[in-house]
Each structure stands twice: as structure tokens, then as C-alpha cells.
């Protein structure tokens, strides 16, 4: 598995980042998805990478150590997953975004390969990281 990690220290009240990140579709989208919709409680994600047309069908789950899991349903990952993490003080919340992603070689090919995933994964975890700190999109 490929792991992708960011994290973040937002002077937001951890309830605030809590109840962004809880608006899961304006989350999402605020990674800079060219598209997000929800399918009962799955969402889709379309995104241009480079030639690429990607889409991504997400299930949230179950994870007693984050606020906020989603694995890929459907997709051109064996195996994808997504955690965030968030603590607080009196002062400030931390927020951990972690991706951990497993490629299918035949979907991809060599159009696609973990580097430029990986690199794209990062922006788009930061993006939803400045999101939570500023509640804008």
C-alpha cells in the first residue's frame, strides 16, 4: 500500500471543523473535484488527472479512531481508504488526513502511476485541510 499523509494546526473550534467535515459532499468538493454527488450514502467523485478521467465510488465506515472514513467502492484502486483524524486543545485542532492507496496495474496502466497519484492525493488533502480552516470552498 501507498500511503499519502498531511496534517494541519486550525485556530477553528474543533466542533466547527467537525461539523465541516460532516458536510461530507461540501468536503469533498472542496478538494477540487470536478464533480461530487451522493448516491444514498455513497458519493461519487470525478476528477481529471492529467489525461485521465478518474471516478471514484466512496462508502464512509466505521473507524473508532477517526472522525471521518471512507473507503472506495468502486474505482481504479485495488484498495483505497481515507481517514481523518482530528484533536484539540484550548487553542487550536489538529487535523490528520491520511490516504492509503493500492493501484490496479491493468485499470491504469502507464498513463497513471503512484507519484503522480500520490502528488494529486496530497493537493487535494491540503485543499480540504484549508477548507476546515476557513469554512470557504
Not at 473550534?13 to 458536510?23: F, Q
Not at 471521518?68 to 487550536?92: H, N
Request: cysteine-free; overall charge negative; charged content about 30%.
Amino acid at each position: 500500500m501507498t500511503s499519502v499523509s498531511v496534517s494541519r494546526v486550525l485556530d477553528e473550534d474543533v466542533e466547527v471543523v467537525r461539523e465541516r467535515m460532516h458536510d461530507v459532499e461540501t468536503f469533498l468538493r472542496a478538494a477540487g473535484f470536478d464533480e461530487v454527488r451522493r448516491d444514498d450514502s455513497r458519493v461519487v467523485i470525478t476528477n481529471e488527472v492529467g489525461p485521465a478521467t478518474i471516478e471514484l465510488t466512496l462508502e464512509p465506515f466505521d473507524d473508532p479512531d477517526a472522525e471521518l472514513a471512507y473507503r472506495q467502492r468502486e474505482g481504479i484502486f485495488e484498495e483505497m481508504v481515507t481517514t481523518y483524524t482530528v484533536t484539540s486543545d484550548q487553542a487550536s485542532t489538529t487535523v490528520v488526513a491520511e490516504t492509503e492507496f493500492s493501484l490496479d496495474v491493468a485499470l491504469v496502466g502507464s498513463v497513471l502511476d503512484s507519484t503522480v497519484i500520490k502528488r494529486q492525493r496530497r493537493r487535494e488533502l491540503n485543499a480540504q485541510l484549508a477548507y476546515l480552516g476557513s469554512g470557504t470552498v
